[in-house]
């Protein structure tokens, strides 16, 4: 039983090819987005990489018909993708493409007999239910991430474009009200949350996002608890979501409201000094020790760079 995983955005990726994985066949990556994403995915667990490239002004649903063909192609009885906007409208496309049952929420999956088994919980959480697909499945993957031990990456193979011109394109992007730091067109951001420990201590940081070029965000609590920065710096689920080229977290320990604000990024950089810190299961590069001796060290290599 062959599986596919449809990829947009960075996330549990590795957490959705090993529940794949589950069905004991063949997983293989639809990865829509830069030539990064794909290399990432590559060595998340999966078998093969098929890499839909993507201009910037031309937004990942735009390509869900190609991407649905491709899997329908391969039948496979499972399709699994990132909890994420355009993740969640590719695969609702490739499972009409593939007549599979379309499941919102799998936090996990077993095989029993000929039947996928989706065990979720239902109802704000108050029971869990227990769903058996006899046929394809297609499922938003809820579940957690988990580490590769010494990834292989998989093949990359770039799917030619379709040659028909783009269902849709981005005229315009402009910076939304009230967007005074000026993050959603950042290149660069440089975050810091409560590793911080004093206010005068936040110079340390602005010096490195200046070496860096970069601007400054911080957590939820630097602004409601900390009140360092105003609303506008707030990355996360309650303000806003960014696609810097680099995010530097900075004493950020990477919960969920958070991470769910720099999902887009590209690259992500953690500096923390605690080994089991969340972020270092969702970032690009971690940077273990004390942010007041590592911070420095950053600044001086940007400012050399
Ligand atoms: C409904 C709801 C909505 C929310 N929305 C958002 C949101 O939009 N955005 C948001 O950011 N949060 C949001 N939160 C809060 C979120 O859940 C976390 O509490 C918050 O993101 C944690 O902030 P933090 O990482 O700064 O602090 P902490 O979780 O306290 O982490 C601090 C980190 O700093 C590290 N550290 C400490 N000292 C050092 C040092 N010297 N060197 C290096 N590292 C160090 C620690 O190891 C730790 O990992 C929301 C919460 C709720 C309930």
């Known amino acids: 039983m062959d599986s596919w995983i449809i990829v947009t955005e960075a996330g549990p990726v590795a957490g959705m090819a090993a529940a794949a994985r589950e069905l004991g066949g063949t997983v293989t990556a639809a990865v829509v987005g830069p030539r990064l994403l794909a290399e990432s995915t ?4 999966c078998d093969s990489v098929q890499w839909f490239s993507t201009l910037d002004s031309v937004p990942a649903e735009s390509l869900a018909l190609q991407v649905a063909d491709l899997v329908a192609a391969a039948s496979p009885r499972l399709v699994l ?3 994420d906007p355009a993740g969640r409208v590719l695969l609702a496309v490739a499972a009409t493409r593939l007549g599979a049952a ?5 936090p996990g999956l077993s095989v029993e007999g000929d039947d996928l088994v989706v065990t979720r919980p239902a109802v704000e959480g108050k029971v869990v239910e227990t769903l058996v697909v006899p046929g394809a499945l297609a499922g938003v ?11 292989v990456p998989a093949a990359i193979t770039e799917v030619a474009p379709s040659g028909m011109a783009p269902s849709m394109r981005i005229i315009e ?12 067109q950042a ?7 409560r590793g911080v420990r004093k ?21 939820l609590p630097i602004c409601d608890d900390m009140r360092w920065y105003d609303e506008s710096h707030v990355v996360g689920t309650s303000t806003q979501q960014i696609a810097p080229d680099l995010y530097i977290a900075v004493g950020v320990s990477g919960q969920p409201q958070h991470m769910s604000g720099v999902r887009a990024a590209k690259v992500i950089v953690a500096i923390n000094n605690d080994p089991e810190a969340t ?11 004390d942010l007041y001796e590592i911070v420095p060290a950053l600044t001086a290599a940007f400012k050399r760079a």
């Not at 590559?42 to 667990?45: L, M, N, P, Q, T």
């Not at 379309?102 to 799998?106: A, R």
């Not at 290149?187 to 949350?193: D, K, M, T, Y």
Request: net charge negative; aromatic share 4%; charged share 25%.
């Open 42 to 45: 590559a060595a998340c667990g």
């Open 81 to 83: 993708a990132l909890d």
């Open 187 to 193: 290149e660069r951001v440089v975050s810091i949350g």
């Open 141 to 151: 993957f809820d579940g957690e991430d988990v580490d590769v031990v010494s990834p």
């Open 102 to 106: 379309l499941v919102s929420s799998v």
């Open 279 to 289: 972020i270092f299961k969702k970032c690009h590069f971690g940077i273990l020790g």
């Open 199 to 219: 206010r005068e201590d936040i110079a340390l940081v602005e010096e490195l996002a200046d070496a860096a070029h970069a601007k400054m965000a911080c957590t």
């Open 173 to 184: 992007t402009t910076v939304a009200p009230g967007e005074a730091a000026g993050l959603q």
